[in-house]
């Protein structure tokens, strides 16, 4: 998998490649769908949300220039692995699912992993964990029509922001933002379709 889906594609981040080699893939998906875990795609996980396909999470990860001090939020747990693969990296992890049942089993299979730096919770994470703020890095893994403005405000000055921004069945952008100087730097890396961000952002 990271030989073939990720590496050939140009992702080159050590740490994130090792993480992506050690992480066992197969423990956060559904029973039912265990034997697809490696596979170079996303994957239905249950609750309309999906497992985003390897090189998509390598790509966003190592594009949020993380480093062993980092604190990230990321919104969306999905299945945890995602969170995993940041847990290898970083400090703190802060991770927000909206989807109830997901979220208590990511919160489980992190914890029975020997996951200790991962803070769970469920609920919308449009808002994003105020009080844990400001966080050097927030990833996204869910789509809103536009950028959320209480995830920049939470967002340190220096840090990054990796988003896919677009309506479900419309064309999304993978979006990297950079706090610098108060203000916001914006680049569009590549087309991306993800599941959209339910909650506030729908209203």
């Not at 677009?166 to 379709?193: D, H």
């Amino acid at each position: 998998m990271v030989i073939e889906q990720i590496q050939r594609r140009g992702v080159n981040d050590s740490r994130v490649l090792t993480a992506m080699r050690d992480i066992p893939r197969h423990e956060f998906m559904p029973p039912d769908v265990r034997d697809t875990a490696y596979d170079d795609r996303a994957i239905a996980v249950g609750y309309g949300q999906t497992i985003s396909q390897p090189y998509i999470v390598a790509f966003m990860t190592q594009e949020l220039g993380l480093k062993p001090e980092s604190r990230v939020l990321e919104i969306g747990t999905g299945t945890g692995y995602q969170t995993a693969v940041l847990a290898e990296l970083v400090k703190e992890v802060y991770t927000i699912e909206i989807v109830e049942p997901l979220g208590r089993q990511a919160a489980e299979t992190l914890g029975r992993l020997g996951y200790r730096n991962v803070h769970t919770r469920l609920g919308d994470g449009y808002r994003g964990w105020q009080e844990a703020g400001p966080f050097d890095a927030i990833i996204v893994t869910c789509a809103p029509h536009a950028i959320p403005p209480p995830l920049v405000e939470q967002l340190a000055e220096g840090g990054t922001m990796i988003i896919p921004v677009g309506p479900q069945g419309e064309p999304q952008n993978l979006v990297l933002l950079k706090k610098s100087g108060g203000r916001m730097e914006e680049r569009k890396l590549l087309p991306v379709v993800f599941v959209p961000m339910t909650g506030e952002a729908k209203e």
